[in-house]
């Protein structure tokens, strides 16, 4: 991608935070740009293409965070809570750091799950490498690796919306580490060999 483009897909990013993405323009995208308008529609037809992109690379920044999770040279048990803690809180920050478009997550939320599908699929194969792992290392229980790792996805995946609005206790942030623990009560083997 060009630094051209990354450029306008921040200044998006940062008016929409700002502003909501209802009361931001292309033309307000390419003033805060100085790059014009002409540049601004090189790139992107409308402003609901430039949305889609933050989307885009908000989303890839979280799997950048898990993808180096996964690359850890530590056991598969640690590894795992690692990449569950940071899944919930790299999408926290994500929603927290754009401030008014945090409230058009929610209100576009069919949009952002279209747009999470691609990178779903990619986080369920990173936790199916980390429980094969896990299974290999007799650290977890036998089982079946595919079908593991969406149950713990969708676990944290539904986690997700509480955590971020705090709503369902506001000792969740505190006691993460044991809502990990419960998780795994599921698939650790009590004495690893």
């Not at 740009?33 to 402003?47: D, Q």
């Not at 994500?94 to 478009?101: D, H, T």
């Not at 945090?102 to 952002?112: G, L, M, P, S």
């Not at 896990?134 to 079946?144: A, L, T, V």
Request: proline residues 2%; positive net charge; without cysteine.
């Amino acid at each position: 991608m060009s630094n051209t483009k990354n450029m306008l897909i921040e200044v998006a990013r940062k008016l929409f935070a700002e502003n909501g993405k209802k009361n931001v323009t292309m033309n307000d995208i390419a003033e805060a740009s100085k790059k014009g308008r002409r540049t601004l529609y090189t790139y992107f037809n409308n402003k609901e293409e430039i949305y889609k992109a933050v989307i885009d690379k908000e989303l890839d920044s979280i799997l950048e965070k898990l993808t180096v999770v996964s690359a850890q040279k530590t056991e598969p048990d640690i590894k795992l809570t690692n990449h569950i803690l940071t899944h919930l809180d790299a999408l926290k920050d994500v929603v927290n750091r754009n401030g008014s478009l945090r409230a058009d997550f929610f209100h576009d939320i069919y949009e952002v799950e279209r747009k999470r599908r691609k990178i779903d699929i990619k986080e369920i194969a990173l936790i199916r490498s980390i429980i094969s792992e896990g299974i290999e290392k007799n650290i977890f229980k036998r089982m079946d690796p595919e079908l593991s790792s969406i149950i713990i996805f969708y676990a944290i995946k539904g986690l997700e919306v509480p955590y971020i609005r705090q709503n369902i206790s506001i000792e969740f942030a505190k006691n993460k580490n044991s809502i990990v623990e419960f998780v795994f009560m599921g698939i650790k083997r009590n004495n690893p060999k």
